[in-house]
């Protein structure tokens, strides 16, 4: 029966759902510190930060700050490593498990850490 068992969840769970699971782990920082952090239209704080984001979809991310230009960043799903052994051992069941999960996909860039520019100061009176 165990060794039914451990079959099973070798073959049937996803190389990348049990090692990574469906969200990831996503350092923002920036110079400045201190920017105001929003992923998909949502202020999830400052940086710098660390956000939990679903797999599964692309996702936003906007910092900006008083005096510098706001920096937009879109975060893309690209293959996982862990997904990529699914496919070398062709383990289908595995690979559709990841799918599911979004397990099968790496969120890239990361770390976000852009340098925001400062933003000039315009003169009412130019000639």
Do not use: K
Request: charged share 20%; proline share 7%; glycine share 8%.
């Amino acid at each position: 029966m165990r060794v039914l068992l451990l079959t099973s969840a070798l073959f049937l769970g996803g190389c990348a759902t049990l090692i990574h699971g469906s969200s990831q782990s996503i350092r923002v920082e920036s110079e400045p510190e201190g920017a105001q952090v929003e992923v998909d239209g949502r202020p999830v704080g400052r940086t710098p930060t660390t956000v939990d984001l679903s797999r599964d979809q692309d996702h936003r991310v906007r910092l900006h700050h008083s005096g510098y230009e706001a920096h937009t960043v879109t975060l893309q799903q690209g293959r996982s490593l862990w997904a990529s052994v699914n496919l070398l051992n062709l383990i289908v069941p595995g690979m559709l498990v990841d799918l599911s999960t979004g397990a099968f996909y790496r969120l890239d860039p990361e770390p976000v850490s852009p340098t925001l520019d400062e933003t000039t100061p315009t003169t009412a009176n130019s000639p």
